[in-house]
């Protein structure tokens, strides 16, 4: 069983950028498919993005264009970089794992997913 951590989160004003990171506790994430995903305070968890095992990946309509996902296999992590930050980007920002292959709208949903970190708080605030 695999732990996730989060990490990078913080403050940081409209348009501005941060780099999110998850990691793997006492392993690596590169045999796993990992997603992203954010929840505002009072809404449903919402599908950010995934990366594939061989790197294809698939980005949420709210936030296509402005977030890269990235997998740093020097340090077995994976990477949120997120650009032209708006308010309503502001959230807790959850990593998730899974062993098996999705694809599409199959892993747009929080039950596709087997792992999960704790979070990270962005905001994004002048």
């Known amino acids: 069983q695999v732990q996730l951590v989060e990490s990078g989160g913080g403050s940081v004003q409209p348009g501005g950028s941060l780099r999110l990171s998850c990691a793997a506790s006492?392993?690596?994430?590169?045999?796993?498919?990992v997603g992203w995903f954010r929840q505002a305070p009072g809404k449903e968890r919402e599908f950010v993005g995934y990366?594939?095992?061989?790197?294809?990946?698939s980005y949420g309509d709210s936030v296509k264009g402005r977030i890269t996902i990235s997998r740093d296999n020097a340090k077995k992590t994976v990477l949120l970089q997120m650009n032209s930050l708006k308010p309503e980007d502001t959230a807790v920002y959850y990593c998730?794992?899974?062993?098996?292959?999705?694809?599409?709208?199959?892993?747009?949903?929080?039950?596709?997913?087997?792992?999960w970190g704790q979070g990270t708080q962005v905001t994004v605030s002048s």
């Open positions: 998730a794992a899974r062993e098996d292959y999705c694809s599409g709208s199959g892993c747009y949903r929080r039950g596709a997913w087997d792992y």
């Open positions: 006492g392993g690596t994430l590169g045999s796993y498919v």
């Open positions: 990366i594939l095992r061989l790197g294809v990946i």
